[in-house]
């Protein structure tokens, strides 16, 4: 008998897929990756599920590749030879959501947009919201402690999650952290398996922090800018004026005429960068009217404050239809550099030079109000792996954020994608005690394997 065999007799009918078709529709994330040739799919709904998984995996030494929605943009969830998939998009409850505390307990496969939504109808919201909000899961979000468009106000996933219950490598369940506002009891369990790109152990539920939503629509603007470093100098500027923005956007030229190419915007000759800011205090519209004038100040072309709701949900809504436009373009290697605030300009110059110098179209979008970029390098669709000037440019830009005080990652993560430069920013003494960590929740090495350390 082969051992998926056992796997298929362990776990309820048709909770396990072999055919080669549906496995590779599990197979892939967002990237250009090419899996490899897995063994199967396990279609959790359960903890349980989980569990005889993860205890079936150990015992006769299989990898596990855990996903979500399969929308993560740096190969976390891509599966290799001899892996199975353990999926957890059909574990969509929201167990609890307590209004009096300000928590939900929710299942890993549940949508993100959906939470918030559950939330708002109690006066409530849950802040992160990656672009992909409405396609991807609270598990994923987790698994890559993924930003947003709110996070430079509220925080990224990790600033929202109170506790977890994970399953491990050997089928142990472990719970984390606590349903209370403060806590520090042990080590930050909790904080460690958020962004650890499910190499740790399998994320079956969390408690997450909710926050009252705003009384009314926020405030929104729009700026247009002749040269992108202009754009960059007004975000720094407003920051430094205590501003305290909840949403805080960066289009660059080439995305601007990607969405334009797509939905016809009207996008200008003249515009290199677009701005788009949001503040939701109650005095909002005040605290617009100042980031206006500060864009103004700082060599904005033209400045639109919106004048409904309807008009500032267009507003953001170009925002997220930037990957989408890029895609149109060809296969994109995403990247996500974060880097101080104030050294913004001097990023976005040097991601402009690096797409110069090495002949390579870059589309840049950013969470600018703190510091992360997303360089969207482009190239042939079809094409398996970039072309060296595609890496060479990246690399170039990794390197500088890193100069700059910076990160290679502000929210995708490491998966396969960023292996190659990680030990330039952790060195070798973190590495190695990372790997001593990886070590104790996952003697076999089992769990997705090859991704992020």
Known sequence: MRPIDALVNALPEARVVTDPDVIDSYARDRTFLAPGKPLGVVLATTRDDVVTTL???????????????????????????????????????????????????????????????????????????????????????????????????????????????????????LNTGRRTMKGVTGYDLTGLFVGSEGTLGVITAATVRLRRAPAAPPATFAAEFGSLRDAGAAVSAIMAAGCQPSLMELLDRATLQAIDDWRNIGLEASTQAMLIGQSDVPDGQAVVERMERICTENGASFVAVSSSPAEADELVGLRRLAYGAKERLGACLVEDVCVPRSVLPDMITAIEEAGVRHGVRIATVAHAGDGNLHPVFIFEHGTLEPPAEVWAAADEVFRRALEFGGTLTGEHGVGLLKRRWLELESGPVAAELQRGIKAVFDPLGILNPGKAI
């Open 55 to 173: 205890k079936w995996a150990s015992e006769h030494r299989v990898p596990v590749v855990p996903r979500g929605g399969g929308t993560g943009l740096a190969g976390a969830s891509v599966a290799g030879d001899g892996t199975i998939i353990l999926s957890l998009a059909r574990m969509t409850a929201i167990r609890e959501l307590s209004p009096a505390d300000e928590i939900a307990v929710v299942e890993p496969g549940v949508i993100t947009a959906d939470l918030d939504r559950a939330a708002r109808e109690h006066g409530l919201m849950y802040a992160p919201d990656p672009s992909s909000y409405e396609i991807s899961t609270i598990g994923g979000n987790l698994a890559t402690n993924a930003g947003g468009l709110r996070c430079v106000k509220y925080g990224v996933t990790r600033d929202s999650a109170l506790g977890l219950e994970v399953v491990l490598a050997d089928g142990r369940v």
